[in-house]
């Protein structure tokens, strides 16, 4: 079983083509989208993208073709859609205006986000270094270096 989350960090704003990595929130950021083991709690993947990017086109992008179809995913709401590509892939139900939530969705996303906690806590943990929480002042593909060096760290601090 993987989990899958996308995580924002702020960058300085570009000199050029600013369009490309503001996020929308009245920031420009990057993102990384972070795939762990759910059982062993390692970091299996990081892939970084610029603010702009939805995080389904990240999944898409990344690893879709190379996560085997039989996997168990326990992704957020953000990867509507992601049934075509795995097809045993656990989202939340989302509600709507005539479509209210009813008690067995209710349990269900309770439970899916008991397993998704687990990759707020690793991100939580690569944010004790500081350079994956602060603004970036670094240059392009850098910060994916960067993000992959502190997972590394945190594979062999907390996995081994």
């Known amino acids: 079983m993987i989990i899958v989350d996308v995580e924002e960090q702020p960058i300085e704003r570009p ?3 600013q369009e490309t990595s503001y996020s929308g929130k009245k920031t420009h950021t990057a993102k990384y989208q972070i795939v762990i ?11 970084g993208d610029s603010g702009t990017a939805h995080d ?4 898409k992008e990344s690893i879709a073709e190379s996560v085997p179809t039989h996997i168990i995913a326990v992704m957020d709401s953000g990867y509507q859609g992601v049934n075509q590509y795995l097809p045993f892939a656990l989202i939340p139900v989302k509600s709507s205006k005539h479509h209210p939530l009813t008690e067995d969705d209710k349990e269900f ?9 687990v990759i707020e806590h690793i991100n939580r943990h690569m944010k004790i270094f500081r350079i994956c929480k602060e603004t970036y002042r670094g240059k392009g593909k850098r910060g994916l270096i960067r993000v992959s ?7 062999h601090r907390c996995v081994a």
């Open 56 to 59: 389904f086109r990240m999944f």
């Open 109 to 117: 996303n309770a439970a899916l986000a008991k397993f998704r906690v």
């Open 15 to 17: 000199i050029r083509a």
């Open 149 to 155: 060096i502190i997972a590394s760290l945190y594979n």
């Open 37 to 47: 083991d759910a059982k062993n709690k390692e970091i299996l993947d990081v892939y």
